[in-house]
Nanobody, 114 residues
């Protein structure tokens, strides 16, 4: 069993920055992919960014150049640095891990508003 716990969400003004953190614990198999998804009210849950256990990254077009995903393989942590935030980035952000199974965190709210 794997547990994912997110932190770092909050309220920020447009143009501001936030850093999300996700800690993974339990039986984590490799290879795996860790990532961040987000879900805005009335919309589907969409991929934001992901990073493989080899360090390969990919991003949604809407966040490319503004968000950066990274991992600490020793601590089993994944981070999402979000810069130049826009109101359209407002959503619940979920940490995700996929190995033989997939796991989700409980989500953390990010609100971008003046």
């Amino acid at each position: 069993q794997v547990q994912l716990v997110e932190s770092g969400g909050g309220l920020v003004q447009p143009g501001g920055s936030l850093r999300l953190t996700c800690g993974a614990s339990g039986s984590i198999l490799r290879p795996n992919v860790m990532g961040w998804y987000r879900q805005a009210p009335g919309k589907e849950r969409d991929l934001v960014a992901r990073i493989t256990s080899r360090g390969s990254t990919s991003y949604a077009d809407s966040v490319e150049g503004r968000f950066t995903i990274s991992r600490d393989y020793v601590k089993n942590m994944v981070y999402l640095q979000m810069n130049s935030l826009e109101p359209e980035d407002t959503a619940i952000y979920y940490c995700h891990l996929r190995s033989l199974r997939e796991y989700w965190g409980q989500g953390t709210q990010v609100t971008v508003s003046s």
